[in-house]
């Protein structure tokens, strides 16, 4: 694990320190030497993205949250390149005895197994075909997926056996996978969700550095909803005093290119991310740092997080309580239809095992 000094922008990089995880037995301080690392260009380190291959022995991981409209997702990737500094996956780095600061956006892992253990888990004959969400955790189109192509592979038998399927991503490198999303929405398999926190391209390269800007996500969504598959909007997180302004604009347009759902969440900070993130605002926007963080206290109940589920997604308060009216004020006004967590209305009918070579052999026995 690198230590750097807190508050220290990378080049291309979210957050802008690497303390140790929390099941660390040390931790460390980083001190200034007054020498500039190698690599440093005006004080400015650029790191490069180091991959690990790991072998899994199940692909399906299975959640109870009702706050969710899935049991069941798919993370074909740990970390992620993308490097938003706010994401709620970044604590779980830690159990890979990895910081979730930068080395969750830099020290990836790669599961190249996953499409035969899915195939595996799909063939056994008490599986119960349901909706599964590709991008519960890390970004399955994150930019390693153009060599690993681990999230093709997935779509390729979850399409193989008609299985109903969600994407999430903020990744113009979804339409890359249209073939198949086409084929798959004939029969309502499919549905892609993009993640929007903002239209401001300066700010989402700050908050989101190696995702697609906003106008790519957007280009996205219209290529996507042209040929038929449903887009649903995610205006996330939203950040008190820093983008929630935006939300009725972000909805405009999400709807303008194509979509037809729309969801919201306040922005989230557990465990580690509520330091990684109050670091990256005394960074990058210190005279409203105090203003947001006070108005994300009053929004949970004096924290910055609760994990309680119906309040962890959308909070409490006067500030929660206003942008949910707002949420749903402008849904009204621009015909989209607010995301049901209670369902997500894709076929599970149609699943069907397809046969293998010598399965018919069975017959004759």
């Known amino acids: 694990m690198v230590d750097e000094l807190p508050n220290q922008v990378k080049k291309g990089r979210g957050a802008v320190s690497n303390a140790a995880g929390r099941f660390e037995p040390h931790a460390r301080v980083a001190v200034d030497d007054g020498w500039q690392l190698s690599g440093d260009q005006d004080g400015v380190r650029k790191l490069r993205t180091e991959v690990t291959v790991e072998r899994v022995k199940s692909a399906l991981t299975r959640n109870t949250s009702p706050d969710i409209a899935f049991d069941r997702s798919l993370n074909p990737y740990r970390g992620c390149e993308h490097g938003c500094v706010y994401c709620y996956a970044r604590p779980t780095h830690a159990y890979m005895n990895l910081s979730p600061g930068i080395d969750f956006e830099s020290k990836l892992f790669a599961k190249t ?10 063939r056994k004959p008490n599986y119960e075909p349901a909706t599964v969400l590709i991008g519960a955790n890390t970004d399955p189109y994150q930019p390693i997926e153009r060599d690993y192509r681990i999230t093709r592979e997935l779509l390729e038998v979850l399409q193989a056996y008609r299985h109903p399927t969600v994407i999430i991503t903020k990744n113009h490198m979804v339409t890359r ?41 957007l280009q996205a969504m219209k290529t996507l909803s042209d040929v038929g598959v449903p887009v649903t909007v995610l205006a996330a997180p939203m950040v ?39 670091q990256w605002l005394q960074a990058h926007a210190p005279n409203k740092a105090k203003r947001v963080l006070s108005l994300l206290s009053q929004s949970r109940e004096g924290q910055l997080y609760t994990a309680q589920f119906g309040k962890r997604m959308t909070g409490t308060g006067v ?38 070579v010598g399965d018919q052999l069975g017959l004759l026995i």
């Open 113 to 122: 197994n996953m499409a035969k253990v899915l195939e595996a888990q799909l």
């Open 177 to 217: 996978d249209l073939d198949v999303l086409v084929d798959m929405a004939r029969d309502n398999l499919i549905a892609v969700g993009f993640s929007l926190s903002t239209l401001d391209g300066d700010l989402a390269r700050t908050m989101e550095p190696r995702a697609s800007t906003p106008k790519r996500r």
């Open 240 to 278: 008190p005093t820093l983008n929630d302004h935006e939300l009725e604009a972000i909805l405009q347009a999400a709807r303008d290119h194509g979509a037809t759902v729309a969801t919201y969440i306040l922005l989230r900070l557990p465990l580690e991310v509520k330091d990684l993130f109050a």
């Open 319 to 356: 500030h929660a309580q206003l942008l949910s009216q707002r949420f749903k004020l402008a849904c009204k006004n621009l015909g989209l239809r607010p995301a049901d967590p209670a369902e997500f209305p894709l076929n599970s009918e149609a699943f069907l095992r397809p046969p293998r």
